[in-house]
């Protein structure tokens, strides 16, 4: 099995840890620069990471990933990646939104542009970032389980890229709490942004 991905990829490294957290051997896969060639994201059309190849399949994205991992190799899902309660997808769903708008933000300043807050496109990418984070600090409820889920990875994977790249006020203290106690895990303070 192999994940293509980058080191930095917020969406890789939930990836990365729900395997090492299920011992599912793997090979990470890193593919450079993400926003040059569109020849190395194996052959996803929409190029982004991550990839999986597992023998004859290749899998997109990284909440589908985790549901094709999950199936294959951990059918009591302890970490919650199939859970279909509206209030734990939404905040799924408001966590990739957070993370894509925050990578839509970093390729504009690494393409070069200037002063990106002036184009609507980009006001709304920061308001997007602004409004999730608010909202996702509210949910204590969804995050006060003894057991980490799926949803926890992927929350501490987009507060830390966050914090990596120091583009936005962070006084979240919820989410701040929860990045802290993980990241005391080894799954997460080996893949964490440095």
């Known amino acids: 099995m192999k994940l293509y991905g980058t080191p930095l990829s917020h969406f890789s490294r939930k990836i ?15 593919i450079g620069n993400v926003g040059e060639n569109s020849d190395i994201f194996c052959n996803n059309p929409l190029m982004k990471v991550p990839v999986l190849k597992d023998s004859e399949h290749t899998v997109f ?35 990739s939104g957070v993370m894509e708008a925050e990578v839509k933000i970093i390729l504009a300043q690494r393409a070069g542009m200037e ?10 990418a920061r308001k997007t970032i602004e409004n999730g984070l608010k909202w996702l600090n509210g949910q ?13 990875i992927s929350v501490v994977c987009m507060w830390d890229h ?12 919820m989410l701040k709490t929860l990045s802290l106690n993980l990241n005391r895990m080894q799954s997460f303070s080996r893949s964490k942004p440095t």
């Open 140 to 152: 204590e409820q969804l995050f006060d389980s003894k057991d980490f889920t799926y949803l926890d």
């Open 16 to 30: 990365r840890i729900l395997l090492q957290e299920l011992s599912v051997p793997f090979e990470f896969c890193d």
């Open 61 to 95: 994205d990284s909440d589908n990933i985790a549901r094709y991992i999950v199936n294959k190799y951990n059918s009591r899902d302890r970490f919650a990646v199939n859970c279909k309660t509206p209030s734990y997808t939404n905040a799924l769903v408001i966590t």
């Open 115 to 124: 002063d990106i807050y002036r184009y609507l496109v980009f006001q709304k």
């Open 162 to 173: 966050l914090q990596h790249y120091k583009l936005f006020d962070l006084d979240y203290p």
